[in-house]
């Protein structure tokens, strides 16, 4: 659940700014999928604002038509019905590589940190009780260099 939480965290941070990012990078592989279902993927972290860089491993892209999108550390699953949507699979694809800055960043004190950091304060917060720009900057600090590519 935590891990969860601090992953849509991270993904919403990768889409802060996204019509003027200039983010991409990061250390993958593409295994299966057409090539346009692989330049989703591509599109994906190229849109994102968030320096996927920081994932300190490669990362191995598995694209099977029918499955569930889930990470484990060093690999991620995506659906390649969803990929056939383009534009609309961004969120997903960027939010199953921010786990990736979990599994290979956080240990659990860090996570129980943000897991705090991300609480709303009222049971009428829609969302978390942290602005975008106060989660980039702990994170930057947690992660020791800038997660956001200028």
Do not use: C
């Amino acid at each position: 659940m935590i891990r969860i939480a601090v992953a849509t965290a991270l993904a919403a941070v990768a889409l802060v700014a996204v019509p003027t990012a200039r983010g991409g990078g990061g250390h993958y592989v593409l295994d299966g999928g057409t090539p346009a279902e692989r330049h989703a993927v591509v599109a994906a972290l190229e849109a994102s604002s968030f320096d996927w860089n920081l994932v300190p491993a490669v990362i191995t892209f598995h694209i099977v038509r029918g499955a569930d999108a889930f990470a484990i550390q060093g690999e991620i699953w995506l659906d390649a019905d969803l990929l056939d949507a383009g534009r609309f699979a961004w969120g997903v694809v960027q939010h199953e590589y921010a786990h990736q800055v979990d599994y290979f960043s956080f240990d659990d004190r860090l996570r129980a940190r943000f897991l705090k950091l991300m609480k709303p304060t009222s049971p009428q917060d829609e969302s978390a009780a942290v602005s975008p720009r106060r989660f980039r900057a702990a994170l930057d600090a947690a992660l020791g260099k800038a997660v956001r590519k200028r």
